[in-house]
């Protein structure tokens, strides 16, 4: 089984598929010959398909695994082995692995030598569906994520949905974050024909659960649809695009005031989403029957609301989203349901989040 996705942003292709992990290595070495190549791969990854995925020591760097591992010295390190192995601009890197490999390797390669190419070959639910497509590159700072990156779109993108036959059930629930929001901008993204991801969703979740290979590769499918749809009308993130941070702003709060360790990047977007709909709902832009339906939506995937104002010092919580790299003066910019399956930015002081967040 192989799918082609094409996205017009850089016009490079995103090709799903099952093949064994060795057809995917012939695809990129035939990809990538006559150029020297740096893979920068997830350790656990590493350890789990380097039998299958036969890399070159000399062609490899192999990065911790966790968010942690985002930091300008790991940068760094990606750098000076690319200098060392001798890569030039018209070289290329290769990540491997989930989103903090793919992020930070699409960092690397938008600023190596002024920008090379770079190829991505995500390994999580999350990463498949969310950023190892569109073209944002980062680090983190200890204050929050994504603060240091650049618009570096790849040459191409596999997915395998084989590596995630290895997947823990949590690493699996994170993908949820970004395929959930998925289901509440449809009617915002401009895809050319209905999807009915919110319906396909709310029915579905019993084969996703049972990991039916049919359902994932049409999750993923419907998932990257929509995002290349947003991602070809603004690719850096000037406008529409800006649909894509719904339930990031409280996820990213509550990602950096556990240090990471708590909760998955999914996990955090998924409590996000809930607030995002708590909010909308006290504001009135969404009814009550769509609210309860969102709620369930979200419930039917194992997820439960939590009170963020028991668990959590809701003043720096609020800190750390007036932190946020889209907040404007002194406003926490935070996109909100306003209708089934369609969201708007709306703009808030940090008192008015902290009595949201009590």
Excluded: W
């Excluded at 000399?58 to 390190?77: A, C, Q, R, T």
């Excluded at 001798?86 to 989930?98: E, K, N, S």
């Excluded at 929050?144 to 779109?153: D, P, T, V």
């Amino acid at each position: 089984m192989k799918q082609v996705l094409h996205v017009e942003v850089n016009d490079y292709n995103i090709e799903i598929s099952d093949n064994e992990l060795e057809v995917l290595k012939a695809d990129i070495d035939k990809m990538t010959a006559d150029r020297k190549r740096l893979f920068v791969i997830s350790k656990k990854v590493y350890k789990l398909y380097k039998r299958a995925l036969a890399l070159d020591k000399n062609e490899i760097f192999i990065l911790p695994d966790g968010e942690k591992e985002k930091n300008y010295k790991n940068y760094l390190k990606i750098i000076e082995k690319a200098y060392d192995i001798g890569l030039t601009r018209h070289d290329v890197l290769i990540a491997i692995g989930g989103g903090v490999v793919g992020d930070i390797t699409g960092f690397v390669a938008a600023t190596y030598m002024r920008g090379i190419s770079y190829i991505q070959v995500p390994t999580t639910l999350l990463s498949m569906v969310d950023s190892s497509v569109g073209g944002k590159t980062a680090i983190d700072l200890p204050d929050g994520k994504n603060l240091i990156g650049a618009f570096h779109q790849p040459e191409a993108v596999f997915i395998n949905i084989n590596f995630l036959k290895t997947l823990a059930k949590k690493e699996l629930l994170s993908g949820l974050g970004e395929i959930l929001k998925y289901a509440f901008i449809e009617e915002n993204c401009g895809y050319d024909k209905p999807i009915y991801f919110y319906e396909y969703l709310s029915l579905c979740y019993e084969k996703f659960f049972e990991m039916d290979e049919a359902t994932l590769v049409r999750i993923i499918d419907y998932s990257l649809k929509l995002k290349i749809s947003v991602v070809e009308k603004d690719e850096k993130e000037a406008s529409l695009r800006k649909i894509l941070n719904l339930g990031h702003t409280l996820g990213h709060a509550l990602e950096s005031i556990t240090k990471y360790k708590k909760y998955t990047h999914g996990e955090a977007v998924v409590y996000g989403l809930f607030f995002a709909i708590n909010v909308a709902y006290k504001k009135r832009l969404i009814n009550y029957a769509y609210y309860r339906l969102s709620n369930e939506l979200l419930e039917k995937y194992n997820f439960k609301n939590i009170n963020i104002g028991r668990k959590f010092d809701v003043n720096e919580l609020a800190r750390l989203m007036q932190k946020d790299k889209k907040a404007i003066n002194n406003e926490i910019i935070l996109i909100l349901p306003c209708g089934k399956k369609q969201v708007k930015e709306v703009g808030f002081t940090q008192k008015e989040i902290i009595e949201f967040l009590e």
